[in-house]
């Protein structure tokens, strides 16, 4: 009976708080999802564009209605223009630029003695059309592949897609080995590397490619990896491949921007799902529903059981006896039931 008793009292409590958890849970995921809209900056767009909101003009319901990614036009590729020359394929000049990589300091700025093997790569990517080039080319090397390991990369062609955030260009000297007259240098990073830059070298760049210390492009770049480039950063020293080549633009995917009215809607739709999804939650929390009329559990029962029981008690006390709980009233103890029986085994 009191294996039941307790049984029934613990379901009784794992409903309560099966009830408060699922509201509690369901709070929650609510929350979480105005946060996430809330974060968004383009949630408040409208209240700055609420000032000029007696001039705005009519919206046609189709600029409502999800806007289709905006891809740019794929760059027109440029015809290239190829210098003859002797490539890493030729053996005899494989053996004469190994020579030359033995003065390459990895991880130091650029020195003369560095700039034969400098020129001799340019040479070697003019000399091929950057498809020919490519096909033998290792495909995305990781960087900590290239950090670790700049001897293995050293001369040998490889291929990456770049983010471009930095365009500069300088005149190449005169007379240099490359036949080279205008030099690009472009910084940027992987989808792997992250923060870490890569140094790109070009001797050409599509036309209207963006050029400043601020670009947002993309490339393919297909070429030769020369050495790690030291450089001082604003915080301390710092290493980028040093890669030289050709590149081939990419088309970007450029965000639209939607209308303000649009995110206004979306905003006042999110406020309302809140105050019904609450709404709910108080109905089902609060509001005596009849479904909810349960039998009380044996605890309970067993509580009113008792309060009846003390109810009866103090309005009809039971008379006092005269006999003492020590025995010492009138008769003694020989008063007490059962003391002066024959089959008191005290006696």
């Avoid at 849970?25 to 968004?40: E, S, Y």
């Avoid at 890569?198 to 036309?207: F, G, N, R, W």
Wanted: a neutral charge.
């Amino acid at each position: 009976m009191t294996y039941r008793r307790r049984f029934s009292t613990r379901l009784g409590s794992y409903r309560r708080d099966g009830r408060r958890l699922i509201s509690m849970v369901f709070m929650l995921v609510l929350l979480g999802a105005m946060i996430n809209h809330a974060r968004k900056p383009e949630t408040w767009q409208w209240l700055a564009d609420d000032v000029n909101r007696d001039q705005e003009e009519a919206v046609p319901a189709a600029q409502l209605a999800p806007a289709e990614p905006v891809r740019p036009a794929p760059p027109v590729p440029q015809p290239e223009e190829l210098v003859p020359g002797p490539t890493d394929l030729d053996p005899e000049e494989w053996k004469a630029a190994e020579d030359q990589f033995r003065n390459l300091r990895d991880k130091q700025p650029l020195s003369e003695e560095e700039m034969p093997s400098y020129w001799r790569l340019f040479r070697w990517s003019r000399a091929q059309a950057r498809t020919d080039l490519a096909q033998r080319a290792e495909k995305n090397p990781f960087f900590t592949q290239i950090w670790e390991q700049p001897r293995k990369y050293r001369g040998k062609p490889v291929s990456l897609k770049l983010h471009i955030r930095r365009v500069l260009s300088f005149d190449a000297p005169e007379n240099n080995s490359a036949g080279v007259k205008t030099v690009y240098e472009m910084w940027g990073v992987t989808d792997e590397s992250r923060q870490h830059l890569y140094a790109v070298l070009t001797d050409s760049i599509p036309e209207g490619f963006p050029e400043g210390a601020k670009v947002e492009a993309d490339v393919r770049f297909t070429g030769y990896f020369l050495k790690i480039l030291g450089y001082e950063a604003s915080d301390a020293k710092r290493g980028a491949p040093l890669l030289i080549g050709k590149i081939h633009a990419l088309p970007m995917h450029v965000i639209p921007i939607r209308h303000p009215q649009a995110n206004r809607i979306e905003f006042w739709q999110t406020i309302l799902i809140a105050m019904i999804g609450g709404c709910v939650i108080i109905a089902l929390r609060f509001i005596p529903w009849p479904w909810k009329k349960a039998k009380p559990d044996v605890q309970e029962v067993l509580l009113q059981g008792n309060m009846n029981d003390a109810e009866n008690w103090l309005s009809n006390p039971p008379p006092n006896p005269e006999t003492k709980p020590n025995g010492n009233g009138p008769s003694g103890d020989k008063d007490r039931p059962g003391f002066n029986k024959p089959d008191n085994p005290f006696l």
